[in-house]
Antibody
Framework: EVQLVESGGGLVKPGGSLRLSCAAS????????MNWVRQAPGKGLEWVSS????????YYADSVKGRFTISRDNAKNSLYLQMNSLRAEDTAVYYC????????????WGQGTLVTVSS | EIVLTQSPATLSLSPGERATLSCRAS??????LAWYQQKPGQAPRLLIY???NRATGIPARFSGSGSGTDFTLTISSLEPEDFAVYYC?????????FGQGTRLEIK
C-alpha cells in the first residue's frame, strides 16, 4: 500500500524558515517523480514544486521560486521542502504527492501538514 | 500559464441524478488532464487521468471525456458519498495548474 506521511509543519513568523519532510513507503520511491501541492484554508489546490526520480529536473511555481527548495533522498525514501522567507500567503496545508509515472499524473497524496505563517 | 476554468462553481443535485462537470483550458492541454475528488478534511483522490482513464479502484459511474481545451467529468448516477469538491488539473505545461473547483452538493 502506498503511504506518504508529511511532517515538519507548524507556526512560524513571517520571514522565517521551515523544512517539511515526507516519508514514503509501499512503492519503489526512487522510480517516481514527486510533488508538493498546497491548499490555503478554505481555498483550492495550488501546485508548488515537482522533482524527477533522480533529481535531474526540478520545477517551481512562480509564487515560491527563489524561496523554496525541493529535494529528495532516495536512500531514505524521503522528500523534502525547504521553505525560506515565509509569508502570510504561504499559510496552507502542504501535501506530498506521487506521480503515477515519471512526470505523469499525480496519483497518491499524503494527508498533509499545516504550515501557519503569522506573527 | 494555462488557466483552467471549472463550471459550474456549485452544482446541486439529488442522489441518483446524473452530474456533469466542466473544465475549460485557456489553451490546448491535449489529453493531459486529470480529475480529483476532495472531501472535507481529506486529501484529494485521483479519479480520472489523461482525460478519460479511470484510476485504480474508481467506480464505473465516473467517466471523463474531452481533449484540447474542453473536458467533462460525468457521474452517471450520484451516490451519497459522491458529494464533494472536484478539481481538474493539467500537466501539459509548467506550471501545473488546477481549476478552482466545483462543489457538488446535495439538493
Amino acid at each position: 500500500e502506498v503511504q506518504l506521511v508529511e511532517s515538519g509543519g507548524g507556526l512560524v513568523k513571517p520571514g522565517g524558515s521551515l523544512r517539511l519532510s515526507c516519508a514514503a513507503s509501499g512503492f519503489t520511491f526512487s522510480s517516481y517523480s514527486m510533488n508538493w501541492v498546497r491548499q490555503a484554508p478554505g481555498k483550492g489546490l495550488e501546485w508548488v514544486s515537482s522533482i524527477t526520480s533522480s533529481s535531474s529536473y526540478i520545477y517551481y511555481a512562480d509564487s515560491v521560486k527563489g524561496r523554496f527548495t525541493i529535494s529528495r533522498d532516495n536512500a531514505k525514501n524521503s522528500l523534502y521542502l525547504q521553505m525560506n522567507s515565509l509569508r502570510a500567503e504561504d499559510t496552507a496545508v502542504y501535501y506530498c504527492a506521487r506521480d503515477r509515472q515519471q512526470l505523469a499524473t499525480t496519483d497518491y497524496w499524503g494527508q498533509g501538514t499545516l504550515v501557519t505563517v503569522s506573527s | 500559464e494555462i488557466v483552467l476554468t471549472q463550471s459550474p462553481a456549485t452544482l446541486s443535485l439529488s442522489p441518483g441524478e446524473r452530474a456533469t462537470l466542466s473544465c475549460r483550458a485557456s489553451q490546448s492541454v491535449s489529453s493531459y488532464l486529470a480529475w480529483y475528488q476532495q472531501k472535507p478534511g481529506q486529501a484529494p483522490r485521483l479519479l480520472i487521468y489523461d482525460a478519460s482513464n479511470r484510476a485504480t479502484g474508481i467506480p464505473a459511474r465516473f467517466s471523463g471525456s474531452g481533449s484540447g481545451t474542453d473536458f467533462t467529468l460525468t457521474i452517471s448516477s450520484l451516490e451519497p458519498e459522491d458529494f464533494a469538491v472536484y478539481y481538474c488539473q493539467q500537466r501539459s505545461n509548467w506550471p501545473r495548474t488546477f481549476g478552482q473547483g466545483t462543489r457538488l452538493e446535495i439538493k
